[in-house]
């Protein structure tokens, strides 16, 4: 994807030919938990991953970073909370766009686009973050796994829901062990509430 495509700079004054582009491999560890940002970066190809581990030294993958998404930006106002919460690892050679928070408010503050752009990406991310607190509330893998296909039903608009992802990266999503995820998704097959292969699971009632 191309710097000019992404949806913070639609319709903005902005020289993104003074933004610096970095080429990193896969598995690169681009940043360490606790690290503090003092960047907003902007994925133009691959796929950063936040991973933090637990006591137990088992590892969940908190969030995805896509292309076209930012990261840095809800750390960027604050002086108190200003750390990544995982590790950013690099998902297959990725490219990266970095902007230093320095001068990335200088455009904020300079351009009004950028700044409704911002907020309304900001807005989106409040809403996942929000998902994300409520689907960890649930109370049982089962629960997770609903509550998860009903998520997608209503973004995907019909019952066979594409995962797009492995089992293994559906299991990092839900907060829960692949094996469990294998042992739940099997025993909803069995009680006729879902089927499912490799790409997609079908919700039957």
């Known amino acids: 994807m191309r710097l000019k495509d992404c949806q913070l700079f639609k319709n903005t004054r902005v ?4 933004i610096e582009i970095y080429d990193y491999p896969n598995n690169y560890t681009f940043a360490m938990e606790s690290d503090i940002s ?17 006591l137990g030294g088992n590892n969940f993958t908190l969030n ?5 998404q930012i990261f840095g930006d809800i750390l960027i106002f604050s002086e108190t909370h200003n750390t990544f919460p995982g590790a950013l690892i690099t998902q297959g050679k990725t490219k990266v766009a970095l902007i230093s928070n320095k001068v990335f408010k200088k455009f904020l ?3 009004n686009d ?11 991310k409040s809403y996942a973050l929000n998902y994300k607190s409520r689907l960890l509330s649930q109370d049982t893998v ?12 209503r973004i995907q608009g019909t019952n ?18 692949r094996p469990s995820l294998s042992r739940e998704l099997a025993k909803m097959k069995k009680d006729k509430l879902i089927d499912y292969d490799r790409y997609t699971i079908t919700l039957k009632k």
Do not use: C, P, W
Not at 38 to 54: F, H, S, W
Not at 142 to 153: A, G, N, P, S, V
Not at 160 to 177: R, S, Y
């Open 15 to 18: 020289d993104i030919n003074r």
């Open 38 to 54: 003092n960047y907003i970066g902007i994925v133009l190809e691959g796929k950063i991953l936040i991973k933090t581990y637990t």
């Open 64 to 68: 995805s970073i896509e292309e076209g």
């Open 109 to 111: 503050f300079n351009d």
């Open 114 to 124: 950028l700044l409704k752009n911002f907020l309304r990406l900001l807005s989106d």
């Open 142 to 153: 089962r629960d997770k796994i609903l509550f998860y296909l009903f998520h997608q039903r």
């Open 160 to 177: 066979i829901i594409k995962l797009n992802m492995t089992k293994e990266e559906l299991a990092n999503q839900l907060f829960v062990q």
